[in-house]
């Protein structure tokens, strides 16, 4: 049974850094692409970034671009998102997903390609 577990969520202020973790039990880590996701509340749940199974390769959406970096420690079998510059808009779950499948770098955006979801993590930011 594959777990995730999100961890490092709070409240902050505007300009404020954040950096959340996401650990992995009960699989092989390094056999998942992992990504993160967030939802605000009302809106749909969407990609903040990804990274490939060595590491190597990150994605990320263009609000958060510059901004937040992802990064994986396979011995540690977790995942991160470091969040610098916060804005009030950034306010949401955050949820760390992984997906054991090939991806495209247009297939990282996509929920529905992540079979492995975390229960999430709240981030509010303060103006």
């Known amino acids: 049974q594959v777990q995730l577990v999100e961890s490092g969520g709070r409240l902050v202020q505007a300009g404020d850094s954040l950096r959340l973790s996401c650990t992995v039990s009960?699989?092989?880590?390094?056999?998942?692409?992992m990504g993160w996701f967030r939802q605000a509340p009302g809106k749909e749940r969407e990609f903040v970034g990804g990274?490939?199974?060595?590491?190597?390769?990150?994605y990320y959406a263009d609000s958060v671009k510059g901004r937040f970096t992802i990064s994986r420690d396979n011995a540690q079998k977790a995942v991160y998102l470091q969040m610098n510059s916060l804005k009030p808009e950034d306010t949401a779950v955050y949820y760390c997903?992984?997906?054991?499948?090939?991806?495209?770098?247009?297939?990282?955006?996509?929920?529905?390609?992540?079979?492995?979801w975390g229960q999430g993590t709240q981030v509010t930011v303060s103006s």
């Open positions: 997903a992984g997906s054991l499948q090939f991806l495209s770098s247009r297939a990282y955006l996509a929920s529905a390609e992540y079979g492995y």
């Open positions: 990274i490939s199974r060595s590491g190597g390769t990150e």
């Open positions: 009960g699989g092989s880590f390094s056999m998942y692409a």
